[in-house]
């Protein structure tokens, strides 16, 4: 009896964790849909544990149920699972920028394997072919049950691809330590739930669900950290992290540069249509040069400096690359504030910085060239 209680307690501590780290969300300011999806996975994996501990006691015979009610005790808590799975695929498609998911479309077509595993599970279990208790009132597993499994593992693994996909390819304005973090989260799960298929009185795949969501939550604060709220792209901490590393480790065959980005009469912006419209003018710019450094994804460091200044940290094999970056930001600020209609005309000046390898010198002092040209430029457009 003792083992009974144990695998109850646990559920209930790993309860109790969920539930601060909900409130840690709840009081926190970020409101994006994602941090909602993975409040409400948060939500259902705490229906999970309860339940899973509502079932231990039934079938550990602490209390007492018919036939029929500990089929219902047991469906309830591979329910959850289902769901659980299913928001953190949700999660997962909301973090790597998939619009379509939430469409009506897209919404259908993801919740479908689910749905038919419920369906599954429902009508399935009480004819055996999913599990059954046997003459001793042990579960057993049917010929279903791996196919039943297979539904929440389908869309945790199907993220995980998707997240070391995007690792490797996403753009560099983007941390990737958050995919890095999609990609390994359902070994926790998917291997303690392996385990606690084996080993049934033993829980184990609380404890597993609870550090992956451990590590989610931890890693999704320091991307926020990391992120310039306004613009969406890593803040001036980030540049220095990932600049300080690129100044230690060069990559062959490329050469590294920076370059600062500074909005043409930014203050005039703010002063005659006000800090509002100024926001709107610092994300048309940060939108254009994200859509300039698709070209070559990897090679390119997107960051706000401060104010109405960015950097761009680029690893290009020769500077006329660099000089092509330039003006495709330049195009691109003019296009998008010419399609949004706004105004006041919008312009940036670029000032471009190379480091010398061989002649190594601090990120200030880096920062100082790259400003030297972008004055430069500023004048001999005056």
Known sequence: ???????????????????????????????????????????????????????????????QSTRSGIYIIT??????????????????????????????????????????????????????????????????????????????????????????????TQERYLDHSMYFVIGIFPILPIGCGILQAIFVDIPIMCYGATLAVLLVYITSLETLISMDSLTQVNNRHQMQRYLMKKMKTPTPGLSLYLMIIDVDHFKEINDTYGHLEG????????????????????????????????????????????????????????????????PYELSVCVGIAEYDYSSPVPIPSLIARADTDLYHMKHSRA
Not at 329 to 335: D, G
């Open 75 to 168: 469906i309830i808590p591979y329910i959850f699972i289902l769901g659980c799975a299913y928001c953190w695929f949700i999660y997962c498609e909301l973090i790597q920028q998939n619009k379509n998911i939430l469409s009506r479309k897209g919404v259908i077509r993801s919740s479908l394997p689910m749905l038919l595993a419920v369906l599954l599970i429902i009508f399935g279990s009480f004819r055996g072919i999913v599990f059954y208790f046997d003459e001793n009132s042990r579960l057993q597993y049917g010929p279903l049950y791996a196919f039943l499994m297979l539904v929440p593992i389908g869309y945790m693994v199907l993220s995980s691809i998707k997240a070391f996909i995007r690792a490797y």
């Open 279 to 342: 926001d709107k003018a610092l994300i048309r710019v940060a939108t254009a040069m994200k859509e300039a450094c698709q070209a070559h994804r990897n090679r390119f460091f997107v960051s706000r400096f401060g104010g109405d200044e960015f950097i761009i940290i680029a690893e290009t094999e020769y500077k006329g690359e660099v000089n092509w970056l330039s003006d495709k930001i330049r195009s691109s600020v003019k296009l998008l504030n010419d399609k949004a209609g706004s």
């Open 1 to 63: 009896m003792s083992e009974v209680y144990y695998y109850a307690q646990a559920n209930i501590a790993c309860t109790c964790i969920l539930g601060l780290i909900l409130v840690k969300i709840n009081h926190g300011i970020d409101r994006q849909i994602s941090t909602i999806t993975i409040r409400r996975m948060i939500w259902v994996m705490i229906g999970y544990f309860l339940s899973d501990a509502v079932w231990v006691l039934f079938y550990g015979g602490i209390f």
